[in-house]
């Protein structure tokens, strides 16, 4: 049974940083990211990286956020830099296996104050 557990939320101000961590448990996944919810909008993708450790990120944080990833820990990372009230969220860790079945975590607030 796969699981993953997020770490790393929390309130800031305006223009300070915060580290996600999300550990694996279970498999090698081909793709492991985060994705984020504002309250009344859907969920949408922040940043990803495959197992090779190609990088894809949203517009809205390039530049301020990197993903990083740990493949002998099963361990993705996103450090958010320079972070703006229109970040907060509930952000999630996803995992995609090999075989195409895809998994979230329980999610972690993220609130930035302005």
């Known amino acids: 049974q796969v699981q993953l557990e997020e770490s790393g939320g929390g309130l800031v101000q305006a223009g300070g940083s915060l580290r996600l961590s999300c550990a694996a448990s279970g498999s090698i996944f081909r793709r492991m990211g985060w994705y984020r919810q504002a309250p009344g909008k859907q969920r949408e993708l922040v940043a990803t990286?495959?197992?090779?450790?190609?990088?894809n990120y949203a517009d809205s944080v390039k530049g301020r956020f990197t993903i990083s990833r740990d493949n002998a820990k099963n361990a993705v990372y996103l450090q958010m830099n320079s972070l703006k009230p229109e970040d907060t969220a509930v952000y999630y860790c996803?995992?995609?296996?090999?075989?195409?079945?895809?998994?979230w975590g329980q999610g972690t607030q993220v609130t930035v104050s302005s």
């Open positions: 990286i495959s197992s090779g450790g190609i990088r």
């Open positions: 996803n995992a995609l296996l090999f075989s195409a079945d895809n998994y």
